[in-house]
């Protein structure tokens, strides 16, 4: 600080400044004497003949730091080596404030401090580096404002590598969750040239602040199988959020976090299933602190270079994805757009009928249930068409919003999106109309070329809502992959025993069982016919009085589960995506069938499909207060 700048902050002229500063102020007021003295204080202002004799050696070293918040063990790694050196040390603290900073910087010079380590606030804060220079006080800067010459803990080589221990791991969906501090910038760019380099998308939408329910929805639905986090703290709580949501790491999603060196002040520091990364900031100090006192006294020894170990601390609690271990659901079917029209009884012959509420979804089968599976924990491929319209659109953003696969979705050309029209009267039940669209022209052809979407699928969900050539052709391919098969009749009227002999598990309802086998005319002499076909299991659904189970070894009546009666539309959709779900998680047939009654009964109880099919958290919350064993 020269006189110059004291006298423009406080108004004066340099010489007024001389005369308060060397007591020649007689003519001067006392106002503005108690003005100039206050700066001098604060900014430790030194009259030029005292500032440049050649001050003695002091043994201090100076620390400015831009704030002392996750400095973690630096600091104390610069001070132990200060002190096995002789040297004490002076440490300011300037919060963040450039203001505060420059006070300290003329604080440290009035000291003569023989060395400073100094981390600037901002970048311009440089400029005041000529302080240090006029002094002839060696400096070393720290921290990303530091300039071309500054030292900085490797944090973006730390993202980088633990980045790639996931995608070593065969993770492609990648999420990564920050805390504003020192670390923040180069940590995410750490990130973010290891996706580049390995030739994965950077999505701005797995990048997180705050533990919200984006994050939670994402980790429900499967859309992201590995996270990392630039610190331990945040880490921690991701892991303790997950445990509440009945989550498991590694099981359901790898975490890896950075973590200090030093015990951090947490509830608990120790979670073995985190796989983290050890930071040595007090080595790094200490690297610092020794490369200051090389150049303040002159050595000609080199000090040596600080490297940073990297290495998972715990290995065991890194797996490879989710979706990877567990089998995907498949889902081949009609995508349609969804227009319901609230009526107060159903139209029919010379009945017209009038309402004043209407709504839109994407719906259709094929969606209905992928996103079904989806909310319910697992992988969901979609496989089926749309149209060339705008309607294609909202079906894509619908099925990214609930993490399933679209790969398998073909925008048509000249086609249009199909369409339904469903009527809901205020009982519940309903009368839908649907135009084909693009559903019509998917193609046994356009199954095979999409054979690969196959891979790895433990169940496929078809509906006939499609061309029968195209659902057998579903059968036949889903089984050369492994998968079994469960089909809802639908729109159809009869099936060729030759379709049905592919067939897994059979899932109709009361008249589409009726439409499938006109002949016999009991429940049971209908469902055994089927299993003669070669079908393992049929499942009629009846309704509010629950479904029948048909197999070689099992015959049961399922009551349903009591639910208030809205719409009773996508409720066969909620019952098969649970009941593959959970057959895919372990469960036996009549446990599964059981669970899917709920699912089944949650999504009759509210309006619209997609809206009302119950996610994984919810369902299994709702079960064990009313059935505890069933899970």
């Known amino acids: 600080m020269n006189i110059k700048e004291i006298a423009q902050l406080a108004g004066v002229s340099a010489s007024t400044v001389s005369k308060i500063v060397n007591q020649k102020d007689e003519s001067i007021s006392s106002e503005t004497r108690e003005r100039v003295l206050k700066i001098v204080r604060e900014y430790n202002y030194t009259p030029y003949a005292a500032a440049t004799a050649s001050p003695a050696k002091t043994w ?26 002789g040297y004490s040390t002076l440490v300011y603290n300037s919060y963040s404030d450039m203001e505060q900073e420059l006070k300290n910087i003329t604080s440290l010079c009035k000291n003569n401090v023989d060395g400073i380590i100094w981390e600037p606030v901002e970048k311009e804060s440089l400029s005041y580096s000529t302080h240090f220079q006029n002094m002839k006080i060696p400096l070393m800067t720290i921290g990303p ?36 501090g020192r670390r923040t910038s180069a940590f995410l760019n750490g990130y973010k040239k290891c996706l580049f380099d390995n030739h994965m998308k950077i999505d701005k939408d797995l990048i997180f602040y705050d533990l919200d329910e984006t994050l939670i929805h994402k980790v429900n639905t499967h859309s992201i199988s590995g996270i990392i986090s630039s610190h331990y703290r945040k880490a921690l709580e991701f892991y303790q959020l997950m445990n509440t949501l009945s989550f498991r790491v590694p099981e359901d999603i790898s975490l890896i976090s950075l973590k200090n060196d030093t015990m951090e002040n947490l509830a608990f520091p120790n979670i073995s299933e985190i796989s983290t990364y050890t930071m040595l900031n007090a ?29 998972l601390d715990n290995q065991t609690t890194v797996s490879v994805p989710f979706n990877l271990n567990v089998p995907k659901i498949t889902v081949v079917g009609s995508i349609n757009i969804d227009t319901y029209l609230n009526v107060p009884q159903l139209p029919h012959s010379g009945k017209t009928v009038s309402t004043s509420t209407s709504f839109i979804y994407p719906g259709g089968k094929g969606i209905n249930q992928s996103i079904g599976a989806a909310k319910l924990g697992h992988r969901v491929t979609l496989i089926g ?64 070329k999409r054979k690969r979407f196959f891979k790895n699928t433990g169940y496929c969900l078809i509906q006939s809502e499609i061309p029968l050539d195209t659902v057998a052709e579903a059968c036949r391919t889903a089984h050369e992959s492994g998968a079994r098969t469960i089909l809802k009749p639908s729109v159809c009227g009869a099936i060729p025993p030759e379709v049905l002999s592919m067939v897994d598990i059979l899932v109709p309802n009361e008249e589409e069982l009726n439409e499938l086998c006109p002949g016999p005319s009991t429940l049971q002499e209908k469902t055994a016919s089927l299993l003669e076909c070669g079908i393992e299991t049929v499942i009629v659904t009846l309704g509010e009085n629950g479904c029948y189970v048909r197999s070689a070894g099992l015959e049961k009546h399922f009551p349903a589960v009591p639910f208030p009666s809205v719409d009773n539309t ?20 009549e446990e599964a069938v059981r669970i899917a009654c709920y699912a089944a009964g949650f999504c009759i109880s509210r309006e619209g499909v997609v809206p009302s099919l119950i996610d994984k958290r919810s369902l299994e919350t709702y079960i064990k207060q009313k059935e505890d064993s069933l899970l």
């Not at 070293?61 to 096995?84: E, F, N, W, Y």
């Not at 010459?149 to 980045?163: F, N, V």
């Not at 690297?287 to 006192?293: D, E, Q, R, S, T």
């Open 385 to 448: 068409n749309v149209g060339s319209d705008i309607d294609s659109a909202s079906v894509y953003k619908t099925l990214k919003e609930y993490g399933v696969e679209s790969f398998g979705v073909k925008r048509c050309n000249q086609e249009k999106t199909g369409k339904a029209f469903i009527f809901v009267e205020s009982s519940g039940h309903s009368m839908i109309s649907i135009l084909s669209g693009a559903n019509s022209i998917l193609s046994p052809e356009d199954i095979k």
């Open 570 to 589: 996508g409720a066969s959709d909620a019952f098969i995506s649970a009941l593959a779900s959970y057959l895919l998680y372990g469960c036996s047939m």
């Open 60 to 85: 201090i070293l100076g620390i400015l730091l831009r704030s002392s918040v996750s400095l973690d063990s630096t600091l104390d790694g610069i001070i132990q080596t200060a002190q096995a050196n």
């Open 145 to 180: 404002n530091g300039g071309d010459h500054s030292h900085m803990i490797p944090y973006e080589e730390a993202a980088y590598r633990i980045t790639q221990e996931l995608i070593d791991r065969k993770h492609r969906k990648i999420a990564c969750i920050l805390k504003e």
């Open 283 to 311: 080595d790094f100090g200490s690297y610092l602190c020794g490369k200051l006192i090389t150049e303040i006294e002159k050595r000609t020894d080199k000090p040596q270079s600080f490297v940073q170990d990297f290495h």
